[in-house]
């Protein structure tokens, strides 16, 4: 993984890296925290499905033979 460093003064402080796509997280950013890992808005949508992935079904399909 490449890590850029800018050396902007107007930049906020990166608080976090998200866990799943490395996105730098400044202050004030909305991140979700499960289960120890730091998840962007980006990624939620991604980390819901894994983490429902046993929760997934297809309409109908419970009732196919
Ligand atoms: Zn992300």
Redesign the pocket.
């Given at each position: 993984m490449s890590y850029h460093v800018h050396q902007d003064p107007q930049r906020r402080p990166v608080r976090a890296l998200?866990?799943?796509?490395?996105?730098e997280l400044t202050e004030g950013e909305s991140c979700w925290r499960i289960n120890g890992a730091v998840?962007?808005p980006?990624?939620l949508p991604l980390w819901a499905r894994r983490d429902y992935a046993g929760h997934h079904c297809v309409c109908g399909e419970e009732d196919a033979p």
């Open positions: 998200c866990s799943l796509c490395g996105r998840i962007c980006d990624c």
